[in-house]
């Protein structure tokens, strides 16, 4: 995680909002879409070059952010269409609980859960 916050100005201020914050959001949104069984759990061990360390990852360039989600998709779904509404309702429910701009969303799949 880098020092370099998301942040918003407001009238009294500036507010800085942890990835930590953003990562939680991503991941409750992500969640809450049908066909997704879970985000990617931590394994020990040596790890595949694809596979990011965190279920969700959070990039910050230019006071916006970009997001990526590792997810564990139920057997049996679209992927394309399960993938879409991750990336609109994690983008939703960021900014409009952050104020920050989410520039974009990526989806990893990186499991099925059968």
């Not at 100005?9 to 959001?25: D, F, L, P, Q, W």
């Not at 879409?33 to 360390?53: M, Q, T, Y």
């Not at 409009?96 to 799949?109: D, F, L, N, P």
Request: proline share 3%; net charge neutral.
């Amino acid at each position: 995680m880098s020092n370099d916050y998301p942040k918003k100005a407001v009238s009294h201020g500036v507010v800085r909002i942890s990835e930590n914050v953003i990562r939680s959001i991503a991941g409750i949104a992500a969640k809450e879409i049908d066909g997704v069984a879970g985000l990617e759990e931590k394994k020990s061990g040596l790890r595949n070059i694809l596979s990011p360390a965190e279920p969700v990852r959070v990039q910050v360039v230019n006071d916006m952010i970009e997001i990526t989600v590792s997810l564990v998709l139920e057997d049996g779904i679209r992927l394309i269409n399960v993938a879409e509404q991750v990336q609109q309702n994690v983008k939703e429910n960021v900014q409009s609980m952050t104020g920050v701009i989410v520039s974009k969303v990526h989806v990893v799949a990186a499991g099925i859960a059968f």
